[in-house]
Nanobody, 125 residues
Framework: QVQLVESGGGVVQAGDSLRLSCAASGRSFSSYAMGWFRQAPGKEREFVSA????????GYADSGKGRFTISRDNAKNTVYLQMNSLKPEDTAVYYC??????????????????WGQGTQVTVSS
């Protein structure tokens, strides 16, 4: 069982930065690929970024390439999402998720076993 708690969301202006954190419980954090997803009002949940269990591999949705950076600290059981140059269209609830997967990562939400409760990010123009 893995419990995930996100933090770091807030209200910012376009062009600002935020760093989201996701703290995981349990001793096997380093065995999980981690992902970030988001859901805007009236829209389906969408993939943002994911990172492999070791942190050696990571992927991004086109919407975040060049602006978002995912990282993880397995000693702290935490995954991060650094978001720069935020845009109003980045406004959403951001969720972190864990997938039992070694040495790889995946963008499909159905592959993730555990989810956090989400943190709200609001970007004003």
């Amino acid at each position: 069982q893995v419990q995930l708690v996100e933090s770091g969301g807030g209200v910012v202006q376009a062009g600002d930065s935020l760093r989201l954190s996701c703290a995981a419980s349990g001793r096997s954090f380093s065995s999980y690929a981690m992902g970030w997803f988001r859901q805007a009002p009236g829209k389906e949940r969408e993939f943002v970024s994911a990172i492999s269990s070791t942190g050696a591999g990571a992927g991004y949705a086109d919407s975040g390439k060049g602006r978002f950076t995912i990282s993880r600290d397995n000693a702290k059981n935490t995954v991060y999402l650094q978001m720069n140059s935020l845009k109003p269209e980045d406004t959403a609830v951001y969720y972190c998720a864990a997938a039992r997967m070694l040495f790889s990562y995946i963008s499909s939400s159905s592959s993730y076993n555990y989810w956090g409760q989400g943190t709200q990010v609001t970007v004003s123009s």
